[in-house]
């Protein structure tokens, strides 16, 4: 139902996440390593094994300071013909990379974990 899209170590934290709930037929998480440059052949192959599900990026940084950016246009680059779009979830675009509080940070992070499961 949904392929979550992701780099860097909140693959583990949506894994976690994943079994808790379940979810593990109807959630896929591909983790993205090489950004650049960007694999186009094997986020193409990764979406069409999933043709059906609802794409998703994650990233644990804020939205200006994390890959979003780079790699929205690309991923739908990768999808050519395909109409679906790829979403974002994480954290909104701030001012600085850290909230300064650590309950605020847990916060964020346990919400962006539920949003990117929430089927």
């Known amino acids: ?19 808790e709930k379940g979810l593990e037929n109807d959630i896929a998480i ?10 186009f052949d094997i ?6 094994k999933y043709s059906n599900a609802e794409l998703v990026w994650v990233q644990e940084e804020h939205k200006n300071f994390g890959p979003w950016s780079f790699v929205r246009p690309r991923v ?5 013909d395909d109409s679906r779009r790829i979403k974002y979830v ?5 001012a600085s990379p850290a909230t300064g509080s650590k309950n605020q940070h847990i916060r964020e ?9 929430a089927l």
């Open 43 to 48: 986020v193409k192959e990764e979406c069409e």
């Open 1 to 19: 139902k949904r392929l979550l899209l992701c780099s860097g170590k909140v693959y583990y934290d949506l894994r976690k996440a994943r079994e």
């Open 90 to 94: 994480g954290r909104t675009s701030a």
């Open 30 to 39: 591909c983790r993205i390593e090489q950004l650049a440059p960007f694999p």
């Open 76 to 80: 739908e680059t990768a999808l050519g």
């Open 109 to 117: 992070v346990n919400s962006l974990l539920s949003d990117s499961i």
